[in-house]
């Protein structure tokens, strides 16, 4: 598991233990982040937003350049479980 990995699983289980720090995150993420040490590069906006029993949220990645159409075909079957989130940009 990679550093950017582990800080995010860290996040959401501080978010969990912690409900005052949880509603400090989805209040103010860029500042909350940057108080647990996560660097956003200038122009970069952040959302926080927390499933519920009522409400889910979808997330679609950016698409990477990096990949063909062909390649893109081929990942369609994949499955996206929102814990390997790339922070590459953090």
């Known amino acids: ?5 582990n800080q995010y699983q860290q ?5 969990w233990a ?3 720090f949880k509603h400090r ?3 103010n993420p860029a500042e909350t982040l ?7 590069p200038e122009g970069v906006r952040v959302q926080v937003v ?3 029993a009522q ?12 990949l063909s159409h062909e390649e893109l075909s081929g990942a369609a079957g994949g499955f996206y479980d ?9």
């Not at 409400?55 to 990096?66: K, S, Y």
């Open 55 to 66: 409400a889910f949220t979808l997330v679609i990645p950016a698409r990477p350049a990096e």
């Open 18 to 20: 912690d409900e005052a």
């Open 50 to 52: 927390e499933n519920t």
């Open 25 to 27: 995150l989805l209040d």
């Open 34 to 40: 940057k108080a647990e040490g996560m660097e956003l």
């Open 1 to 5: 598991m990679n550093d950017q990995s």
């Open 11 to 15: 996040l959401i289980a501080k978010c």
């Open 82 to 90: 929102g814990w390997g989130w790339n922070f590459n940009w953090l």
